[in-house]
């Protein structure tokens, strides 16, 4: 039998060796329940329906989240790549150039889920670096009490019934008019010529597309240009507004989504990627009112699917080149 001092001593060993454990489960159990780390320029609202979702199929992985504008979530990235690691995980941010800026940056991970098989190879960048998640399509507004015939060309806002009486979103604020911009000057049949048109036609130019919205809404202006999904949220709320597709074909941004490159990857990551891109989470996009990228998933009434529109596409590696440039001869254009 022990004596009354070793058994102390050996009681004490034991209980040090069973603390000694516990706190390095405990420490593996915190490394290994890390949050995965998101940036994203959608709105709080969005964020909020998603993170409830993919926390009802994965209640174990929390979810931090980064919201802004998508050139301030891009200043952000670069600004922690340059002073050591990005803190981010997964980017869903506004277009295929944004994201393209990012790639040849050296700041995204190639990553090809599953769930690709079901989406249109247009939205998926060819080297797997990137992927969209929905179909913004930038769309032909009108106040509804104004006009009762909806326009269907992109000429409308160039034509005598729109002079000093139209509105659109500024390149140099808004991703997706930028994007717009980049690919509409390189459309045959639109070009620079399309933009000096809406100057000599007095076209008004605001920050954002929440600014179109406003004025044709109120009535200030008649018609604009915006994305559709905010012209449908504003119509199905009551405002005097409605829209239609031009029959040249729209530019389209998809908000993609991406991981990004570290040296300690989070594993949990990869999961939200494939919930965005799910069955599940492409309904959750309809649900939100956007068209989803998936096949099979219906756009919200009103909207119409990928495979209906008429997309008008251009490399984004060469826009994201010359996104700069574009936007410097915009605004000599509209000085």
């Not at 690919?183 to 048109?197: C, D, F, K, Q, S």
Request: glycine fraction near 10%; include cysteine.
């Amino acid at each position: 039998m022990l004596g009354t001092k070793t058994r102390s001593i050996w009681i004490r060993s034991v209980l040090w060796v069973w603390l000694a454990a516990g706190v390095l489960c405990a420490f593996c159990g915190t490394a290994a329940a890390a949050p995965v780390v998101l940036y994203t320029s959608q709105p709080d609202e969005d964020v909020e329906s998603l993170l409830r979702a993919f926390n009802s199929k994965h209640p174990g992985v929390e979810v931090q989240v980064f919201r802004s504008g998508t050139e301030e979530v891009v200043g952000k990235v670069m600004a922690e790549k340059m002073t050591g690691e990005i803190q981010a995980d997964v980017l869903l941010l506004a277009d295929s150039v944004t994201f393209d800026v990012l790639k040849s940056s050296n700041v995204l991970e190639p990553y090809r889920p599953p769930e690709l098989a079901e989406i249109p190879e247009t939205f998926v960048d060819k080297d797997g670096m990137y992927c969209g998640t929905k179909v913004l399509a930038t769309v032909l507004l009108v106040n509804a009490d104004k006009v009762k015939t909806l326009p269907d060309s992109w000429t409308i806002m160039t034509s005598p019934a729109s002079k000093g009486d139209g509105f659109i979103a500024s390149p140099l604020y808004s991703g997706a008019a930028a994007y717009q911009l980049g690919v509409l000057v390189r459309t045959e049949g639109i070009g620079w010529a399309y933009y000096e048109g809406l100057k000599a036609n007095g076209i008004s130019v605001g920050k954002g597309n929440g600014g179109v919205i406003t004025a044709v809404a109120g009535g200030e202006k008649t018609y604009g240009l915006v994305v559709d999904y905010m012209a449908l949220r504003a119509k199905l709320k009551g405002s005097p507004v409605d829209f239609s597709y031009p029959k040249e074909g729209v530019t389209v941004v998809t908000e993609p989504v991406a991981l990004v490159k570290k040296e300690s990857p989070n594993g949990d990551a990869r999961l939200l990627v494939d919930f965005i891109l799910s069955e599940e989470g492409q309904k959750l996009v309809a649900s939100q009112g956007y068209t989803p990228v998936r096949r099979g998933i219906a756009a919200p009434v009103g909207l119409k699917s990928a495979d209906e529109l008429k997309i008008l596409d251009f490399d984004p590696a060469l826009l994201a080149r010359e996104r700069e440039q574009d936007k410097k001869k915009f605004a000599e254009i509209f000085q």
